[in-house]
């Protein structure tokens, strides 16, 4: 595996139920490590971590941890990894920090499991996950020795953690180079994707400008004999890495989808590439935004020596991400579609897709707000893109990390949104609506706790 595996024997996770830090859990699992960890709450995700032989606790209490994390004789053998969205103020990182662990964020870790081998990595404000998690599939399908760390569950692998021979022949490792803290500097790729650098996270960056200039040094750490695929579009200055672009329509860009159509509900393109054509590709994911994403992730394989032969069948199976324009009801008198679309960039794309779809459904959209900061930033951005909807339901805003910000509310969102079908409503009032009306098409969109609406939704609107 991995210097780290070599050095520690048990690993505890601050925050262990997200989805970078269940994907790290998993992999010190499958290297025979014993692993516990404490989160805010009980999930899915938590529950199958627990599955899997996992020891996870819920109150932020030094007792609850255990024993063998707390026994100083193995203070040595014992990594501590931490998400940022654990408050410097807990007592069981302070209790740690306090006695002299190792501990080390999700990013360090990554960058140090990465380290040495080739890792291809995708970046951007969004599309990510798909473009990721495309690109493992491709690479999966086409017989490469493959580990990947997804920021979503993969419905083709059903995980979030793909798992290669890390000690094999010709290992890869696909990551997702997170922006967020600056977390993708950790990274130094063989080759990378840049889907996108739409302004986000000013929090940390404080101004547009300096987060492409972050973006800019991310680049310049891909390997000098690597590749950068670009979407067109994005500015990167000069890089060491060979720089090929990438988009849809595009004749300028070295890979392009052109062609681009909808044969019974799937979009189909020719995938043009700077040697060759590949024609009649497939692929079930809707959107041109996810084609777009798609030719990213084939541009990336191909360039890093995937046999062009097996991207036609690999782009025809690769079934999605939970929580990407996930359809849990597609027929009957309610359509239900549920995304993580937590962006007004993100919020443009998912009503498009739905409206493209569905184009006769009065389209309903219930959206959780994530962070206070970001919700500020674009709130404008925000009203506009929920306003492409017939009616729209807000929830409060979700705070992750954060502490409330003065007058940054979903009532002050709301009042922005052009329509005059629009509500405040707190999860059981959802509930209540959607038993006494329920919708012709439902988006359910949000980052943080939304998804645990998913269940409740589609038992009360499956016929």
């Known amino acids: 595996m991995s210097l780290l595996t070599q050095r520690f024997q048990q690993v505890y996770f601050l925050g262990i139920g997200g989805i970078g830090m269940s994907a790290l859990a998993r992999y010190f699992r499958a290297a025979g490590l014993s692993v516990a960890g404490y989160d805010r709450t009980a999930t899915p995700m938590t529950d199958a971590l627990v599955d899997e032989g996992m020891e996870i606790h819920f109150n932020d209490c030094v007792e609850a941890v255990p024993l063998s994390y707390r026994d100083p004789s193995r203070l040595q053998h014992t990594l501590v990894i931490r998400t940022p969205a654990v408050p410097s103020s807990h007592s069981e990182l302070n209790w740690f920090i306090n006695a002299g662990y190792s501990l080390m964020k999700r990013s360090e870790v990554l960058g140090l499991i990465t380290q040495g081998q080739k890792t ?190 097996s991207i036609p069948s690999a782009l025809a199976s690769y079934t999605g991400v939970q929580r990407r324009f996930e359809r849990h009801i597609s027929t009957g008198p309610s359509v239900y579609i549920d995304d993580y679309a937590h962006h007004p960039s993100e919020i443009r794309a998912a009503i498009s897709s739905a409206r493209e779809l569905f184009p006769d459904r009065r389209l309903t959209v219930a959206f959780q707000p994530h962070l206070f900061s970001r919700t500020r930033d674009f709130m404008q951005g925000f009203a506009d893109a929920l306003a492409l909807a017939d009616r729209v339901y807000l929830l409060e805003i979700y705070p992750a990390r954060e502490l409330p910000i003065a007058g940054i509310t ?33 988006l359910t969109l949000g980052a943080g706790d939304i998804d645990q609406l998913v269940q409740p939704i589609k038992t009360i609107l499956l016929p």
């Open 120 to 309: 291809l990595a995708v970046a951007g404000t969004h599309g990510k996950t798909t473009t990721s998690s495309i690109l493992a599939h491709i690479l999966h399908c086409a017989g490469h020795n493959c580990t990947a760390f997804l920021g979503g569950i993969s419905t083709n692998f059903g995980s979030n953690l793909l798992l290669g021979n890390p000690s094999g022949a010709n290992h890869e490792i696909v990551v997702e180079a997170d922006e967020f803290d600056r977390s993708f500097l950790t990274l130094h790729p063989y080759g990378s994707v840049i889907t996108s650098m739409d302004p986000d996270h000013l929090d940390i960056y404080g101004n547009e400008s300096t987060m492409h200039d972050t973006y800019r040094s991310y680049a310049s750490q891909v390997s000098a004999d690597g590749i950068l695929v670009v979407k067109e579009g994005l500015y990167l200055g000069e890089t060491a890495a060979r720089q090929l672009r990438y988009g849809v329509d595009s004749r300028d860009s070295e890979y392009s989808a052109r062609r681009v159509h909808i044969e019974d509900g799937n979009y189909c393109f020719d995938l043009h590439t700077p040697g060759f054509v590949l024609e009649g590709l497939k692929l079930g994911l809707p959107g041109r935004h996810n084609v777009e994403n798609a030719v990213g992730a084939c541009a990336l394989a191909l360039e890093s020596g995937t046999d062009p032969g």
């Open 410 to 442: 979903s009532s002050a969102l709301l009042d922005c949104i052009g329509i005059q079908d629009k509500q405040l409503m707190d999860r059981s009032a959802l509930l209540d609506q959607f038993r006494k009306e329920p919708p012709a098409l439902l």
